[in-house]
C-alpha cells in the first residue's frame, strides 16, 4: 500500500517534470526560426474566433447572474448604486479570465488534445519526424502562440459582454439608476485591475495551450488512450487555471 | 551507407532488441525479415533516430544518428524518407499537401509551379494521376494512401528510404506494384532502402541483402540464397512454411 502510494507519487512527479521539460522545449523552438505565421493565423482563428461567441454568452450570463446577486447582498446595506463598480470588478480581475480559460479549455484545449492525440497514435507525428519537421515547433508552437494571444482578447470580449449583461439587469430589472452603475464602475475600476486581469489570461492561455498539446503528444494506446489524454487535459487544464489564479491573485494582493 | 552495430533495446522489462548487428551499402536494398513481435519496427525507428539504444550505434551516411538529439537529429533526418505500416498521411492535408509537405519544408522558396510539377512527377512514379491532388486521405483506398505515402517518402529526393511493413494488408496486385516502386526507387533514384517485412515473397523480390530477426536477435543475414540456405532453425521454419505453401 505504501509503496503503490510512493510510486504514484514519483510518478506525478515525473510527469510534471515531463511537462515542464516540453514547456522549456517548445519555448527553444519557438525562437528558431522558420517561423510559420500562416500556421499561427489559422491557430488564432481556430481558438480565437472559434471561441467568441461561446465566451460572449457565457460572459453576458455572468454578468447577469452577478448583477442579480450583487444587487441581492448590497440592498440590505442601501448600497445598490455599487452593483455596477462591483460587477465590473469582479469580471476584469477575476471571473473574465478565469471563466475564459475555462470555455477555451473545454472547447480548444479538448480539441488539441484530440487532434495532436489522434496523430500522435496513428504515427502521423513520427511521420513528420522522419521528414526533418520538428513536430514541437510545426504543431505546438502555433497552438501554444495562438492560445496565448487569443485569450486576453477572448477575456476582453467575456468582459464587455458580461458588463453588458450586469449593466441590462441592474438598470431594467433590479431598477438601478443608470448613472450610479456607471459612475461607480468609473470610480471603482482603474487601469491596474485590466492588466491584472490581462496578465492572468495571457498566462492561462500558455497553461492551458502547454497542458493541452503535452497529453495530445504523450497519448498512447489508440483511440481509448487519445480518449483518457483528453480527459486528462480538460481536468488537469481546469485544475491549473485555479491554482495559478491563487497564486497569481496572491502575488497582487496578497 | 547504414551501420548499425550492437543495438540494445528494452521497454521495460522487455528486451526487444539484443544486439542487432547489419550493414547496408549505398544504393542497395535490405530487407529485415520476422514475425510480428520480433522487434523488426523498433530497429526501423532507431535507424531514423525516433527511438534512442540503451546500448550501441546506429551510423547513417557517415553521421551517428544515436547520438542526436533536437535541432541536430531533425537537420540528420535530411537524408530520410519514411514509408509508414499504416501510410501516416495527414489526415489533415489532402493528396497535394501531403505530398508536397517535405519538399516544401526542405527547399522553402520553391515556386509554386515548381512544387506542383514534383508532386505531380512523384505521384506519376507510383501510379497516381494528377485526379487525386484535391483527395483527402479519408477518401482513399489502402493501396492508394500507401502509393501516396511512398510519392510522399520519395518527392524530396531522400539518400535512403525506410519501409515499415509496406505491403502489409495489400492485394496481390498492389502488393506487386509497390514492390516494383521499392525496385524502381533503387534504379531510378539510386536510393538505399531499408524494408521491414514479414512478407516472405515481396522480401525475396525486392532484396539484395536480407536478414531475419529473431526474438530480438539476427538469426540468419546474407543475399536471399544465403538465407534460404541458413541452417538456423528458426529461419529454416520461417522460410519452409511459405515456400511449402508455394
Known amino acids: ?16 517534470g515531463a511537462q515542464v521539460l516540453f514547456a522549456g522545449e517548445t ?53 445598490e448604486g455599487y452593483v455596477g463598480g462591483f460587477v465590473a470588478i469582479s469580471l476584469v480581475r477575476e471571473l473574465g479570465p478565469v471563466f475564459t480559460a475555462l470555455m477555451v479549455t473545454g472547447r480548444s484545449g479538448s480539441a488539441i488534445t484530440t487532434e495532436l492525440g489522434t496523430m500522435r497514435v496513428t504515427e502521423q507525428i513520427d511521420a513528420m519526424e522522419s521528414m526533418a519537421v520538428s513536430p514541437i515547433q510545426y504543431l505546438v508552437v502555433p497552438r501554444v502562440l495562438a492560445a496565448t494571444l487569443m485569450m486576453p482578447l477572448l477575456t476582453v470580449v467575456f468582459n464587455a459582454t458580461g458588463y453588458m449583461g450586469g449593466y441590462l439587469i441592474g438598470t431594467f430589472v433590479s431598477l438601478i439608476p443608470p448613472g450610479p452603475f456607471l459612475d461607480h464602475t468609473k470610480s471603482m475600476v482603474d487601469v491596474h485591475d485590466m492588466t491584472h486581469g490581462l496578465s492572468k489570461a495571457i498566462i492561462f492561455g500558455a497553461v492551458v495551450s502547454l497542458i493541452a498539446t503535452f497529453r495530445g503528444f504523450t497519448a498512447s494506446g489508440g483511440a481509448r488512450g487519445v480518449g483518457e489524454s483528453t480527459t486528462r487535459a480538460v481536468v488537469w487544464s481546469s485544475v491549473a487555471i485555479l491554482v495559478v489564479d491563487y497564486l497569481l491573485t496572491f502575488i497582487s494582493i496578497g | 551507407m547504414i551501420r548499425v552495430h550492437d543495438l540494445w533495446k528494452s521497454f521495460g522489462e522487455k528486451e526487444v532488441l539484443r544486439g542487432v548487428t547489419l550493414e547496408i551499402p549505398e544504393g542497395t536494398t535490405f530487407v529485415v525479415l520476422g514475425a510480428s513481435g520480433s522487434g523488426k519496427t523498433v530497429l526501423l525507428k532507431h535507424v531514423i533516430g525516433l527511438f534512442k539504444p540503451d546500448r550501441g550505434t546506429v551510423q547513417v551516411d557517415g553521421t551517428e544518428i544515436s547520438s542526436l538529439t533536437g535541432r541536430a537529429l531533425t537537420e540528420a533526418r535530411q537524408v530520410f524518407g519514411m514509408v509508414f505500416q499504416g501510410a501516416a498521411l495527414f489526415d489533415s492535408m489532402t493528396v497535394f499537401e501531403n505530398v508536397a509537405f517535405p519538399l516544401k519544408e526542405k527547399e522553402r522558396r520553391i515556386s509554386g509551379a515548381d512544387l506542383r510539377a514534383r508532386v505531380v512527377e512523384s505521384l506519376r512514379v507510383v501510379d497516381l494521376g494528377e485526379d487525386v491532388l484535391g483527395s483527402w486521405p479519408s477518401q482513399l483506398s489502402g493501396g492508394m494512401r500507401k502509393r501516396v505515402a511512398l510519392a510522399r517518402a520519395l518527392v524530396a529526393n531522400p ?55 529473431y526474438d530480438g536477435r539476427i538469426a540468419a543475414q546474407g543475399t536471399p540464397e544465403e538465407v534460404r540456405r541458413s541452417d538456423d532453425p528458426y529461419v529454416k521454419r520461417f522460410l519452409s512454411l511459405w515456400f511449402e505453401k508455394q
Request: hydrophobic letters at 50%; glycine letters at 8%.
Open chain 1, 1 to 16: 500500500m505504501h509503496v503503490v502510494g510512493v510510486g504514484r507519487l514519483r510518478a506525478v512527479f515525473e510527469d510534471f
Open chain 1, 27 to 79: 519555448l527553444a523552438w519557438a525562437v528558431r526560426p522558420p517561423f510559420r505565421p500562416e500556421l499561427l493565423l489559422h491557430q488564432a482563428a481556430a481558438i480565437g474566433v472559434g471561441s467568441t461567441f461561446i465566451v460572449a454568452v457565457t460572459g453576458l450570463f455572468a454578468g447577469m447572474v452577478l448583477a442579480l446577486q450583487g444587487n441581492y447582498a448590497m440592498r440590505q446595506f442601501g448600497a
Open chain 2, 159 to 213: 539518400k535512403v528510404v525506410l519501409y515499415d511493413e509496406p505491403t502489409t494488408g495489400l492485394d496481390p496486385i498492389t502488393t506487386d506494384s509497390v514492390d516494383s516502386m521499392i525496385n524502381q526507387a533503387k534504379e531510378r533514384r539510386r536510393v538505399t532502402s531499408m524494408v521491414i517485412s514479414h512478407d516472405i515473397a515481396s522480401a525475396f523480390r525486392v532484396a539484395d541483402r536480407l536478414a531475419v530477426l
